[in-house]
């Protein structure tokens, strides 16, 4: 049985790191990138942001004074117990995030979309959104019964599209969709780049959106996809969107995309849906796992993509095998 | 690149010398205004709180990451600039009522705005850099004079007086021409799109009233 108090304490933890410490797999990304550029418009904006880095967490301030909207992944082992269950974890996940917003300080971004109001703690209707993944036991041996809890900060009012796409349009309109997408919002640097670009295809609308946005999110750099052909396109679109002569702030430059993670779902045979994503700048994501004995373990990698959020048969293959 | 520090109530001639892609650092009380504080000074006709210019001629794009005490006090933690296109429609009433020199933002205006009322006005636009060197311009904030209008409109949309002290960095984006640093870049970088684009088609389903002009600008 996990502890609500424990969640709640660890969830607060996250909501700090998440804000101020940007993730080591994005900051290699960001200096390499820093390295190779040659404009010198571009190249002042990365080394004012790897100042940046510094500076927030030399002074345990936030990095960006734009929070994004703070959200939640949970993914819970197949034998987690939580204490009051999910309605108290629920609660536990609103409360580290008013109590964040208020301590590190945040900036309370969450309003009505109509009234405006706002609560100056970052929680309202549907706010922050909290989703689920579940995850077997590794082998038929051990328990799953940790969880996961994700906090991410998702920046960016522009640099996500989508798009209904049909087959006839072919991996050509994959690329121009892309390609439009990039050049609508890195203009003037509206999507905050250069960034970590997520591509959901496939799914019904809202997935092929979700697909896209855990693609950018809990995905890290250097990552790649485990269909070895959806590997490629990685690397190619990778290097496709660094082609264009749009760095930071679309000041010209070579470097727009740090990394592009592509995830898929199974869509509807007549379609092909797309989306695209820019986690931004501030890629602020923190991870921690609590075990039921108590112990945190605390990283920056969500590490959702697991064999099982991937699967592709009715049954889970190897816990089937596991129970022969 | 020009490093350049300057004061939040300008001099005509130092707003004249400066040049697109400088770099600036500021000195002075500098305010934030959105829409929050647009709506209600222009709209509801509201009494700003603030001798302006006279005390800064600094509009600031932001909301900050920041805390109001229970004894009063502020926290400041960090500074990020807000896209000012979406302020267009506020900004030449805002500038004649309040002789504002310096619009401190994210991603500019189009040089249309700039040689409509900006240059007119006598005024620049300065861009914050990445975008989000929030925790470098939080250490730019010396101290929080005041947060106006924070029970009527919020936090994030109220009225914050910072008293900036070598703030930065920031980069001119237009000047006394009225020239735009991200139409320029825009410009150099168009010469690529055809090449980059050479092998695909338009999507089968068109969205209604698309342009399939890669030039154009989303704002």
Redesign the interface.
């Known amino acids: 049985m996990i502890s609500i108090s424990h969640i709640q304490s660890t969830a607060e933890t996250l909501m700090d790191k998440a804000a101020i410490e940007i993730p080591q797999d994005y900051l290699d990304g960001l200096q390499e990138a820093a390295r190779t550029e040659d404009g ?2 571009s190249c ?2 990365l080394k ?2 790897l ?3 510094e ?2 967490k030399e ?1 345990r ?7 994004g909207v703070p959200r939640w992944f949970v993914k819970m082992g197949n034998d987690a117990q939580v204490e009051g269950g999910m309605i108290a974890l629920e609660a536990a996940l609103r409360r580290a995030t008013a109590a964040a917003t ?1 301590g ?6 969450r ?1 009505h979309p109509l009234w ?1 109001t ?1 609560h ?1 703690n970052n929680v309202g209707i549907g706010a922050p959104e909290i989703e689920y993944g579940f995850e077997p036991a590794a082998n038929a041996y051990e328990k799953a019964d940790w969880i996961d809890l994700i906090t991410v900060h998702k ?1 960016g ?2 640099g996500t599209d989508y ?4 087959p ?2 072919g991996l ?2 994959i ?3 892309y ?2 997408s990039l ?3 890195g ?4 999507a ?1 780049q250069p960034a970590i670009i997520g591509i959901g295809l496939g799914g019904s609308k809202d997935i092929c959106m979700t697909l896209g946005k855990r693609a950018s999110t809990l995905r890290v750099v250097g990552s790649r996809n485990s269909d070895p052909r959806i590997a490629e396109m990685e690397d190619e679109f990778k290097e ?1 969107g660094n ?4 760095g ?5 430059g070579k470097n727009m995309v740090i990394d592009c993670n592509i995830e898929v779902g199974y869509c509807h045979t007549g379609g092909m849906p797309m989306s695209v994503h820019a986690f ?3 890629s602020r994501r923190a991870v921690a796992r609590i075990h039921a004995d108590g112990r945190v373990e605390y990283r920056t990698d969500p590490d959702w993509f697991t064999p099982y959020q991937r699967r592709e048969t009715v049954e889970w293959e190897p816990l089937q095998e596991a129970a022969e | 690149m020009r490093e350049i520090r300057l004061s939040t109530t300008p001099t005509a001639e130092a707003i004249a010398d400066l040049r697109l892609g400088d770099v600036v650092y500021l000195d002075g009380l500098m305010y934030t205004a959105r829409e929050g504080v647009y709506m209600r000074a222009l709209e509801d006709r509201a009494n700003i709180p603030m001798e302006l210019p006279a005390q800064s001629a600094a509009n600031f794009h932001c909301s900050p990451a920041a805390r109001i005490n229970p004894d009063g006090s502020f926290d400041m933690g960090a500074v990020t600039a807000t896209a000012s296109f979406r302020f267009a429609k506020w900004l030449p009433e805002w500038m004649a009522k309040t002789g504002a020199k310096l619009i401190v933002g994210k991603g500019g205006m189009t040089s249309k705005d700039y040689k409509d009322y900006f240059v007119p006005n006598g005024a620049v636009y300065l861009s914050t850099v990445g975008y989000g060197t929030g925790a470098l311009l939080g250490r730019g904030v010396e101290n929080v004079e005041a947060v106006h209008w924070n029970e009527e409109l919020g936090l994030a949309q109220a009225m914050w007086v910072l008293k900036c002290k070598k703030m930065g960095p920031f980069i001119v984006a237009s000047d006394m021409n009225g020239d735009c640093l991200f139409e320029r870049e825009n410009a150099k970088i168009a010469e690529n799109v055809a090449r980059v684009y050479e092998g695909t088609k338009p999507a089968v389903l068109k969205r209604y009233g698309e342009s399939d002009d890669r030039t154009d600008e989303v704002i």
Do not use: H, W
């Open positions: 010198d418009l002042f904006v004012a942001m100042e940046n880095y500076a927030a002074d301030r936030a990095m960006c004074g734009d929070t208020n590190v300080p945040l900036r309370p971004n309003v405006r706002d100056n920046g009012l522009f798009r209904m796409l049909f006839s349009d050509q309109g690329k121009r969709f390609l439009d050049m609508a919002f203009k003037r640097g509206l905050c496709l082609s264009i002569g749009m930071a702030m679309g000041f010209v931004c700048l501030s």
